[in-house]
């Protein structure tokens, strides 16, 4: 894990580089808000999901993300960015939309969801005279799914380009609502390049903040950001404990 | 949802021949204020703004209420500020004890534990928290009368409470004074206009809205017409792509319209925002 502080720390330590990541897709991908879907996140969760299978194949139980209090991270094949308080996040940017049809670029689509007794009866073995469906936990649904209209996103980032492509490519689809069809990946392109690795660690292509990132990241640097706000720094994004008052990304995707 | 092309929808909205007379709306608002004195509830939604805007051309002194929620847009209050700059109000803040967010967190139901049996009973008292007793402090303050912005066609409910009223007015007020029904029809025009839209409470304050008939159309109308600002947060939804019935101001979170994605709304549109809630109301996400 090579570190990305300074700048030239990052080809020093090992074979880390910065390089792209290209996801072509079929129809768009669908977002759940703010800004694109992150890199270190998508790579963070795969391997999470490959490591729970082997558990639970083992037979070891695993806890629940919201049951944990202490998270630990994944070994991604990225370089990190660290400040002097201790925080850090890994070198890699959230996607970036292309190919976006000029007039087109969201299509709002909506899902139902009604409570399904037939299976909730085979999963208790108590249930109440009525389970309201109206309000609750359990409550019917006519949800929108906002779908950003692109024939691909891009990922900027820093670490080892074969890891990445190797955990990228079992990826069939990326974002909200996969098994609906939505964001399905047609192929993967990782390819490494050549550039400033805090850049490709940070920013977009387009020179805007392309990621989350600590105050301290971008210092008296002038980065086009989305101003500051409490949010995840790096995976799990959602747990408590990554929450932290950052600068947050130039564009929005809603 | 793209580029805007085409028409000027607020232009055309200003077109739309005035269907109310605001000049009886107006003398009604007076006469109400005479009776029973008072204050104006205002939300900064399109309502209560035409509310305001009407009550104001009657008393433009009238104390105007803000009950904050502590969960509100922050386009909101900033919409609040200006307007009450550009009409000299008399802009009074009554914030709700607890906030809405302490409430929701209190409540138990928006983590990922099984809700306390307690919260489920508790649940129907944030109205009470949020509007019931801010109007209680506010009519200490000013009297039982209120000018509020509701509306028949909101929901069910409203219209049956705004057509009750309406009828108990007919039969205690109208003597003679307006045109009778035909066969079959419970009430004219005329009485609608002359006697509706004031509620008696049973805790004897009288609350009378003047846009109790509107459509949203007739709303959207006035206030284009009158070049009333309109708050920004219904054009960000609109802009969203979010549903009429979803275009709403206060609060950010309730139990409401839950199911019909309110919140993925306030996550594309505020996802900072979002991210403050979520971090006090973790089971918000399952709502996304």
New interface residues.
Partial sequence: MADLTTRTTITELDAHQPFTVTAALAAGIALGGGWGLALDGLLAAQLWAERKARLHAAGQATTRLADTDVVADMDLPLSTCRAPDGRWHWAATCAEPGGVVDGHERDIRYWTGRMDDRTYRQTTTTMPATLPTHQGRWRNRIMPVIVTMCRKVTWQGVGDVEKVRQILLPVAAIGKKRSQGEGRVLAWHVEPTDGDPWEFGHLHSSGGLGRPALPECLADLHVPHGGSGVTGLRPPYLHPSRQHRLLLPAVSLG | ???QTGLDLTTLQALRAPARDLTLLIDRIAAHLDAHDGYVAYSGGKDSTVVLDLVRRADPNVPVCFFDSGLEFPETLAYIGELTDRWNLNLQVIPARPTALEYLQANGSWT?EPAPAEATAAAASMHKVLITEPARRAHQRHGDGELWGIRAQESRGRRIMLLKALATAIDSNCAGCCPTPATRRAHTAGQRAQHGGAVRRVDRTVAFSPVWDWTADDIYGHLASHSVPVNPVYNKLRE???PSFLQRVSPIVD?NS????RI??L???W??????V??AL?RI????
């Fill in positions: 949802m793209g580029k990922h969203l792509g979010a139990a839950l199911g019909y994605g993925v709304w996550h594309h549109g996802p900072d925002l979002y991210d403050r979520r971090s973790p996400d399952e709502f996304c």
